[in-house]
C-alpha cells in the first residue's frame, strides 16, 4: 500500500518532469523554425494559462451543472455524510460539502481547488447499491483526489498540453506562410543538416499535440491508482473499494447526466459503449486504468 | 579567509537544518493535540447520543433494566475518564455495553420499524467510524511525532528542548476489527 502510494506519486512527478522536457525541446525547434525567440514561448504560456484559469475557477461549477446535482444537507442524507465526515477525519481535511445526482446508475466524483471548498457527488444509485464498507472505499477514493491536489495538477497538465498545443500550431502556420523565408535565413543555410531539422521539427509539429494528449492521460491513470492506494490507506480495508469497483463496473446502466467532457472525473468511466477491451490504443487514450489492473492492485495491499 | 568562509556556511546550514527539524516536530506536536480533540469531540458526541438512545429503548422495553443500568454506568465511567489510557478501557467498557442494549432491541420488532430509533442508531454507527477514524489519524501522527523524536539527527533537538513522546490510543483486538456490526 505504502510502496503504492509513493510508486505513483513518483511516477506522476516524472511524468511532469517528462513532459517540460519535451516542451524544452519543441521550443527549440520553434525557435529555429519559425524564428520567433522566447516571445513565443511566453505567448503560448500564457495564453494557455488564461485558457486553463477559466476552467481551474469554473470547473467545479460548470461540473455540478452540467451533471444536474444537488447540494444536499446532513438532515436529508445523513448516511452520506457521515460516511464524508469520518473518512474527513481520517484525512485531516474539513469534510467537503455533499452533492447527490438523481441517476440510478452508480457514481460519484469530487471536484474543487483545495480541501476548503471541495465538495463530493454521488449518484443515488451507488447509495442504493453499494454497502456501507464499499461506499467508504468510493469516497475514501474521493477524498484522496481533494487531498492530493489532483485538480490543480490536472491543470497544470492543461496548461502544459496547452502549450504544446499552441507551439505546434503556430510552426504549422509558419510553415504554411513564411516557411521558406525564414528557412533561408536561420543559421547562415547549413544545407542538408538544416534541411533535416526543419523536418524533424515539421514531424513535431505535426505529432506533438498526441504526444501531449498521451502523457496528459498517463498522468491521469496514474493518479486514479494513487487515489485507490490513498483510499485503502483511509480506510485500512482495500477490499471494500474493490468490491466497489467490481459493483460498479458490472452494472450495465449508462449515468446519462455524464458527457465526454466530465467522464474523466467519475471514480469509473460513466460511458460504458467507451469501455471498449484493453487494447493498446485504447489504454493509450483512456483516462482511467483498466478496472481489472485496478482490482489486482487493490488485493495486492 | 576562506576557511573561515567555509566554517560560515557550515554554521549557517546546521542552523537552518535545526530550525527545520525544531518547526516540523511543532507541527507534528500541534496535529497530535488536534488529533486528540478530534477523537475526544467524536466520543462527546457518543455519550451525548446515549441517553436519547436509552430512552428511546425503554419506550418499548421497560423491563430490561439491568441493560440500561449497565450502558448508563459505562458511560458515566467514560465521561469522567482523564487519561488516553482511561478513555481507550473505559470505551471498551460503554461498546461492550452498548452490543448487549442492541440486541436486546432486536426482541421488540416495534422499536425496530420506531423512525427515531433508526436515526439515533445510524448516528450511533456514524459516529463510532468517527471515532475510528479520528483514532487512526491520531495514532498515525503520534507515530510520526515518536519517530520524529527517536531517529537521528532530529532526536538531539528533540531533547533539547524537551520534547515528550505519546501515547498511543491503543484499544482491545475484539473491537479493533471494525466498528460494532448490529444486524437486524
Redesign the interface.
Known sequence: MYEQISRNKWKSAALIVFFMAFIFVLVWFFEYVTGWGKGGLVLAVAVAMGMAAVGYYASDKIVLGISRAKPVSKDEYPYLYNVVEGLAIAAGIPPPKCYVIDDTAPNAFAAGRKPETAVICVTTGILEKLNRVELEGVIAHEMSHIKNFDVRLQTLVVVMAGVVALLSDWMLRSFMWGGGRRRGRSRGGDGAAGGVLVLVGLALAVLSPFIATIIQLAVSRKREFLADASSAELTRYPAGLASALRKISADTEPLEAANKATAHLYIVNPLKNLKGGNSGVNRLFSTHPPIEERIAALEKM | MGAFVLLLIIIGAVAIMAIGMYNSLVTLRN?TDN?WS?IDV?LRRRYDLIPNLVETVKGYAKHEREVFEKVTQARAAAVNAQTIKEHGQADNVLTGALKSLFAVAENYPELKANQNFL?LQ??L???E??V???R??YNDTVMKFNMRQQVFPSNIIANMFGFKERDYYQIEEEVAKGPVKVQF
Do not use: D, I, N
Open positions: 496535529r488529533g478530534q467524536q436515526m445510524e448516528e454507527a456514524g459516529t467510524s468517527k475510528a477514524y479520528a487512526q489519524f
